[in-house]
Every structure is written in structure tokens, then in C-alpha cells.
């Protein structure tokens, strides 16, 4: 169910909501947290919106979208509020916002966001270069980029030169899968001691992240190769792959190799041992986003990941 709301101000959509539950159309029992996006008319609104509805079967919450217009056009705000299978269990406000009140975006949400719940901030696209002191971030205990699509070439340095507890980033929430297969095949025997890695893939800001996860944890020399000056890659078929291309853990009995076959599947060899195949691929917004929203709290290993990548060797 969707209701418009033309040129009004959050007064009247705090009373439009409060009209909605009177009417039993909805109810905000179960709501663990208020979801904040900051993004623009440019970015594909019902991608996001789609990503939202399929996290929130795990995370119902109050979404708060903030679409930023012209801030020199005339001063508007236009909402809709959506509930129900238009909304997924949470109930989305979209807020279309121009003129000064572009420069005011905390004072927007702020009346609309529940009471006693965590608040979490998603920027999609564009971010601010100081996330904690964004007047967004200021008021939220997570503060959530993707560097991956932030059209800013300088996003990944002010993500590492910048960070604050309670930053993270979907780029590091797609290594999750990844990571576990990695440290699987570690745990296999020989357990010997990893004295370098080559880690390959295209110009993806995982890869960075996941080389300087690596040079935290192993304290070895790694050499990050590009496959490409794309920012993603794809299998024969066409299809995105997983951001990492191949990695080699070298130890004195020799390598441990996981490398992409194809969109679904990755190839992890021990020395001496017939390769196996795990079926991984390149994981979804909604799935990245997800557990984003199951950890409020400072996510150390990512502020860990940032650190190494100080010592992180890329090689020309």
C-alpha cells in the first residue's frame, strides 16, 4: 500500500502514519532499528528499495530514504509512505527533498525516527568524507558506505584516512563468504606458517580490502596484482564473478590456490591434492546488507582491514 504525500513537511507525515496504524493498516511492534539512506534522484531507487524489502524479513525496521534534489532549487519536500507487500516488514518513508533542506537533512529525519532503536546510516552511493561527523552520521551507531559505487575517486582513501568506530562498508560485507573459504582451507593440514600472497583480481575496492585483511592477520609481505582496469570481472557466460580473482597463500610445502572458475563456483587446491570446488558467487546488496544491520557494534576486523592496507604491495 502506498500513500503520496505532495509539498508537506514531517508534521504531516508523522501524522499520516499515526492515521495509517489508527486504521490497522499497520504497526510498528517488532520495528528493531530506524534505517536512514542518504542517496540521489541519480541512483536506481528500487534497486535499493528491493534490497531493503528482502533484508527486512530479518531486520523490520522504519526506513527513512532521503532522495536529495537541487539544494538551490525552491525548498520542497514530497513523501511517500509505503507499507505493507510494497514495503516488505518494515514500512519505508521515501522523502523527496530540494532546495535548503538538502543542507538540513538530520532535521528531516529527526522527527520520524523511533523512539528506543538503534539507528543506522546507509549511504548507497555518494557518501561524506567524514562520516562521523556528517550531521546523518552524528545520530547513527552504524554508519554504512559502498565504496565499490561511490563515484568519488577519492572514497577509498577518506574510508581509510577517515574511519571512526561504527563505520563499516558493503565492499568488506561481500569478503564474508570468501573469507570463510580461505580460512577453511587454512585449517587443512600442514599447518604451516604463510610467508607471502599474491592476491589478483580488477580494480574492485574488495580486493584492497580483503589484501589489507590479509597483511593484519598473516604479518607477511602481500603482493596485490590487477587483472584488469575494470571494476568488476565476468565468467565466460558474462556473469559477475567474485570480486577476488585468485589468491595464493604460499607456505614451505608449497601454495594454497582459491581462484574463481566461474560465477558460482571457486577452486581450492592444497599442495599435493587434487583441487575441490565450492560453490560461492558474488554475493547480493541485500545479503551484504543484511549483516550489516545483525552488528551494531564497532566491526574491529574492518578497521584492522584498513589498517593493512598500508602494507599492501601493488604490483604494476
Not at 543542507?103 to 561524506?128: K, R
Not at 572514497?155 to 563468504?177: I, Q
Not at 570446488?277 to 541485500?286: D, M, N, P
Request: proline letters at 7%.
Amino acid at each position: 500500500m502506498i500513500f503520496e504525500l505532495q509539498n508537506t513537511s514531517t508534521r504531516d507525515i508523522a501524522k499520516q502514519l499515526v492515521a495509517i496504524r489508527e486504521m490497522g493498516n499497520q504497526v510498528t511492534t517488532g520495528r528493531v532499528l530506524t534505517l536512514i539512506v542518504v542517496t540521489d534522484g541519480a541512483t536506481d531507487l528500487e534497486d535499493i528499495l528491493h534490497s531493503i524489502n528482502d533484508s527486512s524479513g530479518e531486520h523490520p525496521a522504519r526506513v527513512l530514504v532521503l532522495v536529495t534534489g537541487d539544494a538551490t532549487a525552491p525548498t520542497q519536500l514530497d513523501a511517500q509512505i509505503r507499507i505493507g507487500g510494497d514495503a516488505g516488514a518494515s514500512e519505508v518513508i521515501i522523502m523527496q527533498v530540494t532546495g535548503e533542506i538538502v543542507e538540513h537533512l538530520a532535521s528531516v529525519v529527526t522527527p520520524l525516527l523511533l523512539p528506543d532503536t538503534p539507528i543506522v546510516a546507509w549511504w548507497p552511493t555518494s557518501a561524506p568524507k567524514q562520516l562521523a561527523h556528517d550531521p546523518i552520521g552524528q545520530i547513527a551507531q552504524r554508519r554504512i558506505t559502498d565504496v565499490a559505487h561511490d563515484p568519488s575517486p577519492t572514497a577509498a582513501l577518506a574510508r581509510r584516512n577517515h574511519y571512526a568506530p561504527g563505520d563499516s562498508d558493503l565492499s568488506w560485507s561481500r569478503l564474508t563468504p570468501w573469507r570463510g573459504v580461505l580460512a577453511s582451507a587454512l585449517d587443512q593440514p600442514p599447518h604451516e606458517q604463510v610467508t607471502s600472497v599474491d592476491i589478483y583480481g580488477p580494480k574492485d575496492p574488495a580486493v584492497n580490502i580483503a589484501a589489507g585483511w590479509l597483511a593484519d592477520r598473516l604479518a607477511c609481505p602481500i603482493r596485490l596484482h590487477r587483472t584488469s582496469d575494470a571494476c568488476e570481472s565476468v565468467d565466460s557466460n558474462g556473469e559477475l564473478c567474485h570480486p577476488i580473482s585468485k589468491i595464493e597463500l604460499h607456505r614451505e610445502s608449497g601454495p594454497v590456490v582459491v581462484e574463481v572458475a566461474d560465477a558460482h563456483t571457486m577452486s581450492v587446491q592444497l599442495p599435493h591434492c587434487p583441487p575441490s570446488l565450492v560453490a560461492i558467487g558474488r554475493r547480493a546488496l541485500s545479503d551484504s546488507l543484511a549483516e550489516e544491520l545483525r552488528h551494531l557494534d564497532p566491526d574491529n576486523a574492518y578497521a584492522k582491514a584498513l589498517r593493512g592496507l598500508y602494507r599492501v604491495q601493488e604490483m604494476s
